[in-house]
């Protein structure tokens, strides 16, 4: 079924490969070479990833490197392979996947340890299924975008190193075209390679893919006492925990939570109908396929521990028995509150947890939904108010109306009162006066110091879908500056940059018309 690889007139890149996962046997992928695209052009480059896989930035810009990222010219030292997976898609068994449009390269060194190097889109695999192998730009352009965007928010994800565009025509709901991502990521293994081995009973390749798992990843378990599948299945939990706290504390949704879509490494993968919330709305599903809102904003924690349980059930073969992988998965059920409640403390300025923390974020989530508050927009509202709070007792009231101007260079959607964002003000006034005694019982309490930190923590710009969709409007014409201006901001997230105000603003209208299905 291996199809050889032709490496005559490869490239160089000058790139250490080691392609470990290769070297892991034929039971786990076939080895095969991405199908040529025509006239391929640049859509986007993150020269950041660049710098990480030690990438000439400028050598990226040449046209080889746009053949080489499109997948018109085989790379000397690398082993392109699509490796083999299953799944269980919105709760169903769907048996084999598979990478079915995404070639991995192999691994290249980096300072960072070995960086698994894809071209997503780059043709048809044995496991394309009904598929044709390929990537359409606008949902190319949204996961380049949003790996990096990921990134700068310091939520685990794989990153992206360029997009590249071709004319070739692609049939979805209608005719688009083609496009190719690079993306990176120390490993793109799932739950679904796990469970691939073990229901098809291949019981020692299972235990060949645990092992290197542990061994390049996770070498602490080996060491832990009792069975270290055991211990990777409670360590996998732990990093998809803290994974999810961070998604919901910033409120993105996932949208496809198939078990083929969760990294073994606990990194956010493969974007497809992914948003990030406007009016916060806690039962939002933002993917237009998910007709039983299985995939909805409130449900991702549960979602997560319904996929490790998938993960427990295929590593059984490895364990004692049943107990052990119900004991390994029983600490998240601690883990995942306790991970977003210091999460969501962080984004109220809190330091540490304490009694009446949950209760205080809850009843300001309620009101939130209630008003269908803008959820980015108002975390930056706040953390201005944190600044003005003496460490005296003083009615909250006091601090809200008649506020000056804010800060030269602060966005659109910051400017104005907090109080403003709601209906029910009295009601958000009563909560404020809470959240301000809270933060005035913090020992050493430092108004300015707890804004700063707040503005760390609470993004001025998130990618919103009306964001996405500009820059991929404007793509599609051949002009990418909107793009690249869109990469610039998220890149940044935190910051006040001069000209972008509009992509920290509240969204327009038609932003709630737009329908991101599974369809990319
Ligand atoms: P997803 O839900 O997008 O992660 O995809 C689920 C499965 O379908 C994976 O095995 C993908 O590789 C495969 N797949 C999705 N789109 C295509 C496509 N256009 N061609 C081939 N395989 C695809
Ligand atoms: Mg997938």
């Given at each position: 079924m291996n199809r050889p690889v032709d490496m005559a007139a490869s490239l160089d890149l000058g790139l250490a490969w080691q392609n470990r996962f290769a070297s892991l046997g034929e039971a786990f992928y076939t080895l095969l070479s991405p199908t040529a695209l025509p006239a391929p052009h640049w859509v986007g480059t993150s020269p950041a990833v660049a710098d990480l896989l030690g990438l000439d930035r400028a050598w990226l810009a040449s046209p080889a490197a746009l053949d080489a990222f499109t997948g018109n010219l085989p790379i000397a030292g690398a082993q392109p392979l699509a490796s083999v997976y299953s799944g269980h898609q919105f709760g169903h068994w769907a048996g084999q996947l598979g990478d079915g449009r995404a070639i991995l390269l192999g691994e290249v060194d980096s300072?960072?340890?070995p960086q698994e190097v894809q071209l997503k889109g780059a043709g048809l695999t044995p496991y394309s299924r009904m598929g044709d192998g390929r990537a359409v730009l606008r949902s190319s352009i949204r996961e380049f975008l949003c790996s990096e965007a990921m990134h700068a928010l310091g939520i685990p994800t794989s990153r992206a190193l360029c997009v590249t565009g071709s004319p070739a025509p692609v049939r979805r709901e209608e005719i688009e075209t083609a496009a190719v991502v690079t993306r990176v990521a120390p490993s793109f293994i799932?739950?679904?390679?796990?469970?691939?081995?073990?229901?098809?009973?291949?019981?020692?390749?299972?235990?060949?893919?645990?092992?290197?798992?542990?061994?390049?990843?996770?070498?602490?378990?080996?060491?832990?006492?009792?069975?270290?599948?055991?211990?990777?299945?409670?360590?996998v939990s732990a990093r998809t925990a803290e994974m999810v706290a961070q998604w919901q504390a910033v409120g993105f949704c996932h949208g496809v939570m198939n078990t083929d879509n969760m990294s073994i490494l606990g990194l956010t993968i493969d974007y497809g109908p992914f948003q990030f919330l406007d009016a916060f709305n806690p039962g939002h599903v933002c993917n237009h396929s998910d007709t039983g809102g299985r995939y909805a904003y409130n449900r991702q924690p549960n979602i997560a521990y319904w996929n490790l349980f998938a993960l427990g059930q295929a590593l059984l073969p490895l364990m004692d028995d049943q107990q052990q992988a119900l004991d390994a998965l029983e600490p998240y059920k601690a883990h995942m509150p306790a991970a977003l409640q210091r999460r969501m403390n962080a984004k109220l300025g809190l330091d540490r947890v304490e009694d009446g923390d949950a209760e205080l974020t809850e009843s300001l989530m309620k009101l939130m939904a209630a008003d269908a508050v803008d959820f980015t927009i108002f975390w930056r509202r706040l953390s201005h108010v944190a600044a003005e709070i003496s460490v005296r007792a003083e009615p909250v009231e006091a601090l809200l109306p008649d506020r000056p101007e804010l800060v030269e260079g602060q966005a659109q959607g910051e400017q104005g009162q907090v109080r403003d964002l709601f209906l029910q003000r009295e009601a958000f006034d009563a909560w404020a006066t809470r959240w301000r005694e809270r933060l005035q019982g913090q020992p050493g309490f430092d108004a300015s110091a707890t804004q700063a930190r707040m503005l760390r923590t609470n993004p001025q710009v998130v990618l919103r879908n009306h964001l996405g969709e500009v820059a991929i409007q404007r793509a599609k014409q051949g002009d990418f500056s909107e793009l690249a201006r869109l990469q610039n901001a998220l890149e940044r997230p935190f910051e006040a940059i001069a000209g972008h105000d509009d992509l920290a603003a509240f969204p327009p209208d038609w932003a709630s018309q737009i329908e991101i299905s599974c369809s990319s």
């Open positions: 300072p960072a340890g799932r739950f679904g390679h796990f469970e691939h081995f073990s229901h098809s009973g291949q019981h020692a390749q299972l235990r060949t893919l645990a092992d290197f798992v542990i061994d390049h990843f996770y070498p602490a378990c080996r060491e832990a006492t009792g069975n270290p599948y055991a211990a990777l299945l409670e360590a």
